[in-house]
């Protein structure tokens, strides 16, 4: 396990570019962590790492968005409006959580029961008493 403090944006930013320029094909890492704590923002940076131009945003209609002009294709995830996890099923998650890309699932927590077993755990979450803009961002591998 490993934790991260950050102060701002840029920070969380250049801790998942970081992460973006060491993935691999068929990873998965699952961010968890309220809204607006910053996901989308570390999601913003692995897409930079993976060599990702055009911009990355949350997924406001559809559950997925495919971006296939990095090193590696990217499968961004954003599941917060899921109403049940056969939305998954119908747009055939198993091809991109088990294929040759590199899949980041935002609120992975609300989809729990289909996750893979092998996947990178990233917690973000604030401490008020350390300032508005303290995360610890928390990586555990599965
Ligand atoms: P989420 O996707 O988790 O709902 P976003 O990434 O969309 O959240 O938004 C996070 C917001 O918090 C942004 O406005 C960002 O500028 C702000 N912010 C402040 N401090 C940080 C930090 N240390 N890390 C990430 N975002 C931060
Ligand atoms: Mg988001």
């Known amino acids: 396990m490993k934790i991260i403090e950050t102060n701002n944006a840029e920070e969380t930013f250049a801790l998942g570019r970081q992460i973006g320029q060491q993935a691999k094909a068929g990873e998965v890492y699952t961010l968890v962590g309220d809204l ?12 930079a790492g993976l060599g ?23 499968y961004h ?3 917060y409006r899921i109403g049940d996890v056969e939305e998954m099923d119908e747009i ?3 091809d991109y ?12 927590n609300l989809i729990e029961e289909i996750l893979p077993p092998a996947h990178k755990q990233i917690i973000i979450e604030k401490d ?13 591998e599965y």
């Open 36 to 47: 607006g704590v910053g996901k989308t923002v570390f999601t913003q940076g692995v897409a």
């Open 92 to 94: 055939g998650y198993e």
């Open 52 to 74: 990702i131009e055009e911009a990355v945003n949350s997924p406001t209609f559809t559950i997925m968005q495919v971006y296939e002009e990095g090193r590696v294709p990217f």
């Open 97 to 108: 959580f088990y294929g040759d890309g590199v899949c980041l699932i935002e609120w992975a």
């Open 128 to 140: 008020l008493a350390k300032g508005y803009d303290y995360r610890k961002i928390t990586i555990e």
């Open 77 to 79: 995830f954003d599941v």
